[in-house]
């Protein structure tokens, strides 16, 4: 397999493992979640373009809250909720469990508590009521990128909390993977001019890094959707922040 179609496929399983979107056959050989982790923010990409457009689309002939929601609902339909999923069930496992045993266990349930269901609540409203302020199909890219971005860094630099599980099959070795991830979120953030949505980004990627370590001793696939959640929502405020 020559190198340009073997990194065609390694995008490809990235959009299979991120979204429910059709990425067109696999070679014989099929990469693996953690080869294909460096295209993790061209998915986050997609998925912007896509959401982002239904906003523009729906702002044009509604207020700004109706837009902005429908354009997450189109996120987490493009993405069958996996990273809402992720921050439910941490939520909830954190919240809830006594132990690191616990915790996991609980994370692995796929039933939702009372922590998770606030967790989704709180950040979806925020998310939304930031999006109606600041929304613009660019930052929609932006955004979209550098949160997969977050999640490539942070699989790079955690071990994995269990010894099975996507967090273990994506755990990465040190390499091109963070470098090339870095390349695509700063490019697109520089092309939009928006370098300054990488800092609460970076930021709440430690929180919770350090967080999960804390509580579970590493990453889990729910500890990369709450990055992923978290980090969208925190650059969202920062943006209608920085336009109000």
């Not at 189109?74 to 992720?86: C, K, N, R």
């Amino acid at each position: 397999m020559s190198a340009l179609r073997r990194r065609i496929a390694e995008a490809q399983v990235a959009v299979m493992f991120l979204t429910r979107l059709p990425a067109g056959p696999l070679p014989d050989k099929v990469p693996t979640i953690a080869q294909a982790a460096w295209a993790f923010p061209l998915a986050g990409l997609l998925v912007g373009a896509i959401s982002g457009a239904v906003f523009v689309a729906m702002a044009s002939v509604l207020p700004g809250l109706p837009a902005a929601l429908l354009a997450l609902a189109t996120s987490a339909i493009v993405t069958g909720a996996l990273h809402e999923d992720g921050l439910a069930d941490l939520a909830d496992g954190f919240g809830g469990g006594q132990d690191k045993a616990a915790k996991l266990d609980i994370m692995r349930d796929s039933r939702i508590g009372s922590y998770g269901v606030v967790a989704l609540i709180l950040t979806l409203a925020l998310t939304g009521s930031a999006i109606a302020e600041a929304g613009s199909f660019l930052l929609f890219l932006v955004i979209g990128t550098a949160s997969r971005t977050a999640m490539v860094i942070a699989l790079a630099l955690m071990p994995p909390a269990r010894d099975n599980g996507l967090g273990q099959a994506a755990a990465l070795k040190r390499g091109a993977t963070v470098p090339l991830a870095l390349l695509i979120a700063v490019t697109t953030a520089a092309l939009a001019g928006s370098l300054l949505l990488l800092i609460p980004i970076a930021l709440i990627t430690f929180a919770i890094a350090r967080l999960a370590m804390r509580q579970i001793g590493g990453q889990t696939g729910d500890v990369m959707g709450a990055i992923q959640k978290l980090g969208e929502c925190g650059a969202w405020l920062t943006a209608a922040a920085l336009i109000g």
